[in-house]
């Protein structure tokens, strides 16, 4: 675990002795939910085409048939300079400070040639009043002797791809570019490059408007492959400030969010920056969770809640988003049960826009759900395990894409909570009841009939566990399929009364309803037969038994040291499987129920996802185990911000970790409940905690949640 992020209330702050600094490029990344880049510096000294790009949701490429990957695009993040002719070095540290606040970045070092040392200062925001903007500001100081400046100020044209496996264990070195690029117009203060990608055929324009002093010669350039833009010839005083700013639109062939502008003819970093500050404001009164007593956490909550906002286009239902939201292009920038089971939540309660989004995206691609479905020869809608801009399957990995069909019932479920959440009676008859009936289609075709015992079993799956080999009734799909199947029957009862043409169009019958119940009710729930306790599968308890201590050094996922195949058939536990379910389905179980599930797996919990620490914390605060929960509540809130499992640098941010830590804090500690439409408050703080307080918008209403010592309230506000 690394330790290397400074926490100052509303800023978090690092530092590296490289220009490349993974770990803090991670961190660092900034955005604003429609794109992002990570925290790498403008100023490069060595090419680094995989590591530095920009990255815009929806925009994706072949890199085999059939296969996307998220596209690292070239990047406006780019400059070059020259003292008196000479190639510099770095003199400094590199020191990250990002302004929570606004989600404004500050990068400052030092750089020298021939004893002449020069002063750097990069500033970079994502402007929310027009998601096509990325705004820079980049400051030179001669701070030892006088000094000439040749600086370049572009875009980096030679951005690149590396395709990283599915499999976690295999490495690869293949470097691919996705993009082919016309030759810049210059024009004005600032020219545009076009580009377009090679295989999806999407068109992507970067217009750049550079702003300089007057008496600066400037003169542009374009190097072929590698960059375009303008060089400033700057005769540099001792202590004097010289300052280049940049304004970049970039615009796509497949944007959807109405607050895309073009360029704005005429425009100041000051005046944006205010403008970007006051908008940002009105995100926290709606989002921002306010702790006292522990500072730090208080900082970490923000950094999750800016993180979460920023990897999340609001209002764009092509996209949603990835397991890595758009820090990174591991697992290929693709989209999984993440978002439906660990996010959605907050954007529910805080976001009520991006949620009906994310839905929507969804129901947008029902029809390939249902295309899937009948490839892998069932009925109805079956939601591919990994998906990207289209909607098809994306996954490689046979038998996990063919074994994780929870992902359908997920989908399902977090159709269910939005319906819910939001009485969006127009999303129900325009897609959602839709959504349910056609899942619930398929359960019926992948359960099969067991005709020596009577019932039906859910034969090759893998539920969340996915140590625990292809197995057969996993207790959460098989839970999660029968509150799928539930909501189906209501929701097709309703549409029968509300929308009797639509009832008809999806040849709904009293009889099929009839069967999806029969199915519900004939479904196996293991049990062990002498403790009566939950099992996670049939087989589960056939596994060989091992010292889970013996397959972890520290907080490093264990397959480095153990391979797959040795982990399918330990008694260990990868993530979370029965205790999420418990979260997420609590009152199907008793308190009793709940706690013998926690005795029986926690202990074997490897917590090789990241998805662990957070569902475990929020399990242990639901369920009155106060030091546990602040055990793994602290693992979970600074996984990425103290490097806990020593992957954030080389696979970018966990999103759904956030998502899952929120919760862990909301309806974990903060105990909120929903009964019959009223919103409650169970709290369980943590000791240090004097107060929690936050907002939340449901069912069309706002409200205010405050804990003290004096008590909780909800009121409307």
């Known amino acids: 675990m690394g330790n290397d992020i400074q926490l100052n209330g509303w800023d978090i702050c690092s530092s590296a002795p490289s220009f490349c600094a993974p770990f803090q490029e991670s961190v660092f990344f900034t955005g604003n939910g429609r ?42 993040i780019w400059e070059t300079v020259e003292i008196d002719g000479r190639r510099p070095e770095l003199m400094s540290e590199i020191k990250w400070d990002l302004d929570l606040s606004c989600g404004k970045l500050t990068l400052s070092y030092i750089i020298g040639a021939d004893g002449k040392e020069v002063a750097v200062t990069e500033e970079r925001l994502f402007p929310l009043t027009n998601p096509a903007l990325l705004l820079q500001k980049i400051s030179f100081k001669c701070i030892s002797e006088p000094a000439r400046l040749s600086v370049r100020s572009g875009v980096d044209l030679g951005c690149h791809n590396q395709p990283i496996a599915d499999d ?24 545009s490059v076009r580009l377009r990608t090679k295989s999806t055929g999407l068109g992507i324009v970067l217009d750049v408007s550079i702003h300089a002093e007057p008496s600066i010669p400037k003169t542009s350039f374009t190097a072929d492959g590698v960059g375009a833009g303008y060089q400033f010839d700057i005769a540099g005083n001792l202590n004097s400030t010289y300052t280049i700013e940049k304004l970049t639109a970039i615009t796509t062939t497949r944007d959807k969010d109405p607050l895309i502008a073009p360029l704005p003819l005429s425009w100041s970093f000051e005046s944006l920056d205010a403008e970007n500050k006051r908008r940002w404001a009105g995100k926290w009164e709606r989002a921002g969770i306010t702790l006292e007593g522990d500072d730090d956490a208080q900082t970490a909550l923000r950094y999750t809640t800016y993180q979460l906002l920023v990897n999340c286009s609001p209002r764009d239902d092509t996209v949603n988003i990835g397991a890595r939201g758009l820090t990174h292009t591991r697992y290929k920038g693709c989209y999984f049960w993440d978002t439906d089971l660990f996010m959605m939540p907050f954007y529910l309660l805080t976001e009520p826009e991006a949620a009906k989004s994310l839905m929507q995206y969804r129901i947008n691609t029902l029809p390939q759900a249902k295309e899937h479905a009948a490839k892998m020869n069932g009925a109805g809608a079956r939601y591919p395990w990994m998906v990207s801009f289209d909607g098809t399957e994306q996954c490689e990995t046979w038998d996990i894409g063919c074994s994780e069909v929870h992902v359908t019932a997920d989908v399902a479920y977090a159709l269910g909570q939005y319906m819910d959440f939001a009485q969006d009676k127009a999303f129900f008859l325009n897609g959602g009841a839709e959504a349910l009936v056609e899942t619930a289609r398929f359960w019926v075709s992948r359960y099969s009939a067991d005709p020596e015992h009577g019932g039906v079993n859910l034969l090759f799956c893998k539920g969340p566990d996915e140590y625990c080999g292809i197995t057969s009734n996993n207790l959460f799909t098989n839970m999660m399929v029968q509150h799928n199947l539930d909501m189906a029957v209501e929701a097709a009862q309703i549409l029968s009364s509300m929308d009797p043409a639509q009832y008809q169009r999806l040849n709904l019958t009293e009889a099929e309803l009839q069967v999806w119940q029969c199915l519900r009710d004939d479904i196996k729930l293991p049990k062990d037969p002498e403790t009566g306790h939950w099992r996670t599968d049939d087989t589960f308890h056939l596994l060989e038994p091992v010292d889970p201590g013996a397959l972890k050094h520290g907080d490093e996922a264990s397959y480095h040291q153990t391979c797959f195949d040795r982990l399918q058939r330990y008694k260990v536990v990868k993530q979370a499987d029965v205790l999420l379910l418990m979260i997420r389905l609590s009152e199907r179980f008793t308190a009793e129920e709940r706690l013998a599930a926690w005795e029986d797996f926690e202990p074997l919990c490897l917590h090789d996802s990241t998805l662990s620490f957070a569902s475990h914390a929020y399990f242990a605060a639901q369920n009155g185990l106060p030091d546990a929960a602040e055990q793994y509540f602290s ?83």
Request: aromatic share 12%; charged share 20%; with cysteine.
């Open 35 to 76: 794109m992002g880049v990570r925290g790498y510096p403008a100023l490069r000294l060595d090419s680094r085409p995989v590591e530095v790009g920009l990255f815009v949701a929806g925009i994706f490429d072949e890199y085999k048939t059939g296969v996307t990957d998220l596209v690292n695009l070239p990047t406006p």
């Open 168 to 191: 976690q264990v295999k490495e690869n070195d293949e470097v691919v570019n996705y993009i082919r690029h016309a030759e810049p117009v210059f024009s004005g203060e600032g020219f």
């Open 635 to 717: 693992k979970a809130l600074y996984l990425d911000l103290f490097n806990v499992m020593g992957n954030t640098g080389k696979e970018g941010l966990h999103l759904a970790c956030f998502g899952e830590t929120w919760q862990a804090v909301v309806f974990g500690f903060a105990g909120l409940r929903f009964e019959n439409g009223v919103p409650t408050l169970s709290p369980r703080l943590p000791a240090a905690w004097k107060s929690l307080s936050f907002r939340f918008c449901y069912r069309g209403d706002n409200y205010q949640a405050a804990i003290t010592a004096n008590g909780a309230t909800v009121s409307r506000c």
